[in-house]
């Protein structure tokens, strides 16, 4: 199933915003769900991952204290919260699953090519 991705936008450096994930209207996915990366002229950077039933999360070091990944799975919904955004966060922003696992092992995952759906830009101003 693809996830969608929401609530990007314009904010300066220093500010915050939520992103959210849904697989639009569907239950989500009985799988770890990651939060990837793509900023201009760059590949994709994996930022985030969270388990499906045991609710644990990893994060990449570039992240790691400013973002936080949280999951309601009877609302269907994954977040990721963004703090003290930075101009190097500007990306456009993923949420994918890990066909391959329930829960995370680390903050990485290899997804399918099948599963990568529409992302949120999200643009940090200095």
């Known amino acids: 199933v693809q996830l969608q991705a929401s609530g990007g936008g314009l904010v300066q450096a220093g500010g915050s915003l939520r992103l959210s994930c849904t697989a639009s209207?569907?239950?989500?996915?009985?799988?770890?769900i990651g939060w990837f990366r793509q900023a201009p002229d760059k590949g994709r950077e994996p930022l985030s991952c969270i388990g499906a039933s045991d609710g644990k999360s990893y994060y990449a070091d570039s992240v790691k204290g400013r973002f936080t990944v949280s999951r309601d799975n009877a609302k269907g919904t994954v977040h990721l919260q963004m703090n003290s955004l930075r101009p190097e966060d500007t990306a456009d922003y993923f949420c994918i699953q890990d066909r391959a696992r329930a829960n995370c092992e680390g903050y990485a995952f290899i997804p399918s090519m099948d599963d990568w759906g529409q992302g949120t830009q999200v643009t940090v101003s200095s």
């Open positions: 209207g569907l239950t989500l996915p009985d799988r770890a």
